[in-house]
């Protein structure tokens, strides 16, 4: 049997019990796990790493599990026990999607798929750190689309591992003094007030994130002024080749290199290293994208134009069609 049909055959099963496990989400119900771990003794943490492993991997509802850690093993065990089933079952997800897809996507991938797999690729860890750490993604199908991505395994491992730390901490105390006020545990009141200041700490981490991501920003006309004074600087364009020639147009003394091929030609402007760096794009975004990868290759003078070309048409400046 060749391989192409083992990984089909390997992809319709897994889907299959995906599927089974989403029409069937009661297997893991709090009841039968607690009862489960309750009558399991000493082997009780690694039934419930096992769980939370296959609730990863099955798309089945994890803070489920979290907060029963906390209940059932205390704040410590519990976060252990869960970030260790939680990372091992985001690992195990990483490898089938990279083993069934990751080639098939890469050859079928373009245009603007293929620029956000890129720009995924360039951002690496601090990618996986920033959606680890920040709540607003589907964990479990996040899991499986990073998979499709050249991102080390190494470095996905490590990230995930370490940046789910806050999140995990956070649920499982909830689990632990919801059993502590069910059963009138002692100083109930402190613990709740800690409980409260933990989870203000998670919802404060994406402000964190975006300080910690912060690039150095210029506006539209400090630009104007430089270019106007011939100032000797690298104006790096990092949009696509058909937005560069588009309906924005592009300023005349910009370079073109396209945010998803910059790490590869990066040899192209290595003697600007030590002298100013400008990046632009439609707004900032992909700009800021490329400042950061920049700065992380040794370049010391990287700044970004605020809301980039919109704003350059929007004060009608000059621009190249």
Same mark, same amino acid.
């Given at each position: 049997?060749?391989?192409?049909?083992?990984?089909?055959?390997?992809?319709?099963?897994?889907?299959?019990?995906?599927?089974?496990?989403?029409?069937?989400?009661?297997?893991?119900?709090?009841?039968?796990?607690?009862?489960? =771990?309750?009558?399991?003794?000493?082997?009780?943490?690694?039934?419930?790493?096992?769980?939370?492993?296959?609730?990863?991997?099955?798309?089945?509802?994890?803070?489920? =599990?979290?907060?029963?850690?906390?209940?059932?093993?205390?704040?410590?065990?519990?976060?252990?026990?869960?970030?260790?089933?939680?990372?091992?079952?985001?690992?195990?997800?990483?490898?089938?999607?990279?083993?069934?897809?990751?080639?098939?996507?890469?050859?079928?991938?373009?245009?603007?798929?293929?620029?956000?797999?890129?720009?995924?690729?360039?951002?690496?860890?601090? &990618?996986?750190?920033?959606?680890?750490?920040?709540?607003? &993604?589907?964990?479990?199908?996040?899991?499986?689309?990073?998979?499709?991505?050249?991102?080390?395994?190494?470095?996905?491992?490590?990230?995930?591992?370490?940046?789910?730390?806050?999140?995990?901490?956070?649920?499982?105390?909830?689990?632990?003094?919801?059993?502590?006020?069910?059963?009138?545990?002692?100083?109930?009141?402190?613990?709740?007030?800690?409980?409260?200041?933990?989870?203000?700490?998670?919802? &404060?981490?994406?402000?964190?994130?975006?300080?910690?991501?912060?690039?150095?920003?210029?506006?539209?006309?400090?630009?104007?002024?430089?270019?106007?004074?011939?100032?000797?600087?690298?104006?790096?364009?990092?949009?696509?080749?058909?937005?560069?020639?588009?309906?924005?147009?592009?300023?005349?003394?910009?370079?073109?290199?396209?945010?998803?091929?910059?790490?590869?030609?990066?040899?192209?402007?290595?003697?600007?290293?030590?002298?100013?760096?400008?990046?632009?794009?439609?707004?900032?975004?992909?700009?800021?994208?490329?400042?950061?990868?920049?700065?992380?290759?040794? &370049?010391?003078?990287?700044?970004?134009?605020?809301?980039?070309?919109?704003?350059?048409?929007?004060?009608?400046?000059?621009?190249?069609?």
């Amino acid at each position: 049997m060749s391989a192409k049909a083992v990984r089909i055959i390997l992809f319709i099963v897994i889907l299959g019990v995906i599927a089974i496990a989403a029409m069937n989400p009661q297997v893991i119900s709090a009841e039968r796990v607690q009862q489960l =771990l309750q009558s399991s003794d000493s082997l009780a943490p690694f039934i419930f790493i096992l769980l939370y492993i296959i609730s990863t991997v099955l798309f089945l509802p994890g803070s489920i =599990l979290t907060l029963l850690g906390g209940a059932l093993f205390g704040p410590v065990y519990g976060t252990l026990y869960s970030l260790t089933g939680a990372t091992l079952g985001a690992m195990i997800s990483f490898m089938v999607a990279r083993y069934l897809a990751s080639s098939w996507v890469e050859k079928k991938s373009s245009g603007k798929l293929k620029q956000l797999i890129k720009g995924v690729e360039s951002e690496g860890w601090r &990618f996986v750190a920033f959606t680890r750490l920040v709540p607003l &993604f589907p964990f479990n199908l996040l899991n499986y689309a990073l998979g499709l991505t050249k991102i080390s395994f190494t470095q996905y491992s490590i990230a995930t591992y370490i940046f789910m730390l806050p999140g995990a901490i956070a649920y499982t105390y909830l689990g632990y003094i919801g059993k502590e006020a069910a059963t009138g545990g002692e100083d109930i009141i402190q613990k709740v007030l800690l409980g409260i200041a933990l989870l203000a700490t998670v919802m &404060f981490i994406p402000r964190m994130i975006n300080k910690l991501r912060h690039v150095d920003m210029i506006d539209i006309n400090t630009l104007k002024e430089q270019l106007d004074n011939n100032d000797d600087l690298l104006l790096l364009d990092v949009r696509s080749e058909a937005d560069f020639n588009g309906e924005q147009g592009h300023i005349e003394q910009a370079t073109l290199i396209p945010l998803e091929e910059l790490q590869q030609k990066i040899s192209t402007i290595e003697n600007y290293k030590n002298r100013p760096v400008i990046t632009i794009c439609r707004t900032d975004r992909r700009s800021s994208s490329a400042s950061k990868m920049l700065s992380n290759l040794g &370049f010391e003078n990287v700044k970004v134009v605020r809301m980039g070309m919109t704003d350059w048409n929007k004060h009608h400046y000059p621009v190249v069609r």
